[in-house]
């Protein structure tokens, strides 16, 4: 692990997050738009599992920037805040279900990318 590398990372990734959901009042309690963030993390963190990349892009990339964009923290505080059982049950299944489908159409994309690279090279 390279910590500088993900600190970075994590700035990017943050900010980010910021950017994506500041702004429009969703009422309160789960934001919708959340669970679109973490289910695009999911595949990207997908893909780039199965890129050829140094191990400092990496960490910078995934543990960094990644996983500082998705946020499970925010669902967790929603379930804990009163929210809805149904909007959380709606978080909980966006983030979870679609999220580890989303990561395995990442890593199947991925290596469909690396495989084609290795055959033109």
Do not use: C, Q
């Not at 692990?1 to 702004?23: D, E, K, Q, S």
């Not at 469909?112 to 090279?121: P, V």
């Amino acid at each position: 692990m390279h910590p500088f590398a993900v600190a970075l990372g994590g700035a990017v990734g943050t900010l980010l997050r910021l950017l994506l959901t500041v702004g429009g009042d969703h009422g309160g309690g789960w934001d919708p738009r959340i669970s679109v963030i973490n289910v695009v993390g999911a595949f990207l963190l997908g893909l780039l599992v199965r890129l050829p990349v140094k191990p400092r892009l990496r960490s910078m990339l995934g543990s960094g920037g990644l996983g500082s964009l998705t946020s499970f923290s925010a669902l967790s505080i929603a379930f804990v805040d009163g929210t809805p059982g149904y909007a959380v049950a709606l978080g909980l299944l966006t983030s979870i279900v679609f999220g580890v489908a989303a990561a395995a159409l990442g890593m199947w994309s991925g290596g469909l990318l690396t495989a084609a690279e290795r055959e033109t090279a």
